[in-house]
Nanobody, 115 residues
Framework: QVQLVESGGGSVEPGGSLTLSCSVS????????MSWYRQIPGKRRELVAS???????DYGDSARGRFTISRDSTAKIIFLRMTNLAVDDTAVYYC?????????WGQGTQVTVSS
């Protein structure tokens, strides 16, 4: 069974940085795409960034220019480097994968930006 486990969330002051990690276990093949989404209570889950097996990347408007998605050489761990964080970035961040093993979500990790 495929499992995604996020880590790296926490509290940071505005302007600070955090790096989230997501590790994939239980998958016999690499996902076609892995992404980070985030959700603020009462709002829809929104795409933050995606990275494809081909290496292509895509970013949501809120992340472009401030966040960077990457993966390790095994493609079983992805990262989200977040810089210049703002209060509006406060949310639960979820890891997502889509591939031969289907669609999977992690449990989420809380990111809180406040002074």
């Amino acid at each position: 069974q495929v499992q995604l486990v996020e880590s790296g969330g926490g509290s940071v002051e505005p302007g600070g940085s955090l790096t989230l990690s997501c590790s994939v276990s239980g998958s016999g093949s690499s996902a076609l795409v892995m992404s980070w989404y985030r959700q603020i209570p009462g709002k829809r889950r929104e795409l933050v960034a995606s990275i494809w097996t081909s290496g292509g990347e895509d970013y949501g408007d809120s992340a472009r220019g401030r966040f960077t998605i990457s993966r390790d050489s095994t493609a079983k761990i992805i990262f989200l480097r977040m810089t210049n964080l703002a209060v509006d970035d406060t949310a639960v961040y979820y890891c997502y994968s889509n591939g031969p093993d289907g669609i999977h979500w992690g449990q989420g990790t809380q990111v809180t930006v406040s002074s």
